[in-house]
Nanobody, 124 residues
Framework: QVQLVESGGGLVQPGDSLRLSCEVSSALLDYYAVGWFRQIPGKEREGVACISKREGGAVYVDDLKGRVAISTSGAKDRVFLQLHSLKPEDTAVYYC?????????????????WGRGTQVTVSS
């Protein structure tokens, strides 16, 4: 059974960096695109970034461009979301998701597998 498990969230101060990790099943990245989404309190979930073997990586949230990077581990069993210069408005639950369509995009409709999320809180 394909599973996605997020880790790395926590309480950080404004300006800090954080690396989120999504543990994925072996070989999943050969066939699935993997994206990171976030749900800010009171708002709809939004696509943050995505990576696929076919398309490479992309970041979708304008405010995060230049502050976030998506990458994979050498063993292709983890997808990382590196966040820099965190702001209080980045506080959210961050989810990892996989698309069997192997297609990246900011919309969650094509993502059929989801992790449970990891909380990121940015506060002084």
């Amino acid at each position: 059974q394909v599973q996605l498990v997020e880790s790395g969230g926590g309480l950080v101060q404004p300006g800090d960096s954080l690396r989120l990790s999504c543990e994925v099943s072996s070989a999943l990245l050969d066939y699935y695109a993997v994206g990171w989404f976030r749900q800010i309190p009171g708002k709809e979930r939004e696509g943050v970034a995505c990576i696929s073997k076919r398309e490479g990586g992309a970041v979708y949230v304008d405010d995060l461009k230049g502050r976030v990077a998506i990458s994979t581990s050498g063993a292709k069993d983890r997808v990382f979301l590196q966040l820099h210069s965190l702001k209080p408005e980045d506080t959210a639950v961050y989810y990892c998701a996989a698309s069997i369509l192997n297609r990246c995009g900011p919309q969650e409709g094509s993502f059929n597998l989801w992790g449970r999320g990891t909380q990121v809180t940015v506060s002084s």
